[in-house]
């Protein structure tokens, strides 16, 4: 349910089921199937990329979202990710960590309040080196709070 965006951003999300090309940086391998990851090879400290949801409307509007992922920011030089949630133009910061968490996936749980025509974006932005490589796997939203939700990420 996400896209890349253009225009918006500096840089693009690719898609893998490999490891990154860079060496101590990005995961081995993906939790389940293929995951999107940012290479910071040749790019610049601060140059970014956005997934983006459609607007969802679907969802109940009365109570909170679940949203699931799991990262992994491994990498001396690991900048920051973001998760962006609201209306379609005033989404605001719901979630954010930057620096080296070591290459593991992380899963996390996030509830989203109620909006109207949701819209979630993750931003992935480059550290000061190349071994800033950030990825993103098993990303999935429920229509229920997250203390609801019993699936495993």
Do not use: H
Not at 38 to 62: C, F, H, K, M, Y
Not at 121 to 141: H, P, T, V
């Amino acid at each position: 349910f996400l896209t890349d965006i253009t225009g918006l951003d500096s840089m693009d999300w690719k898609i893998t089921k490999k490891r990154t090309p860079s060496s101590r940086t990005g995961p081995n391998k993906p939790l389940d199937g293929n995951y999107a990851y940012i290479e910071a090879t040749g790019r610049t400290s601060g140059d970014n990329a956005i997934l983006s949801s459609a607007v969802t409307s679907q969802l109940s509007p009365s109570g909170p979202t679940c949203l699931r992922f799991v990262y992994n920011m491994n990498g001396r030089n690991i900048g920051t990710l973001k998760v962006l949630a609201g209306e379609r133009i005033s989404e605001q910061e719901i979630w954010t960590l930057s620096g080296n968490q070591n290459d593991k996936w992380t899963p996390v749980s996030i509830d989203i309040p109620a909006f109207n025509d949701l819209v979630i974006k993750f931003e992935a932005i480059r550290g000061n080196g190349y071994r800033s490589d950030i990825a993103l796997d098993s990303i999935q939203l429920f229509d229920s709070p997250c203390t609801d939700i019993s699936l495993p990420v």
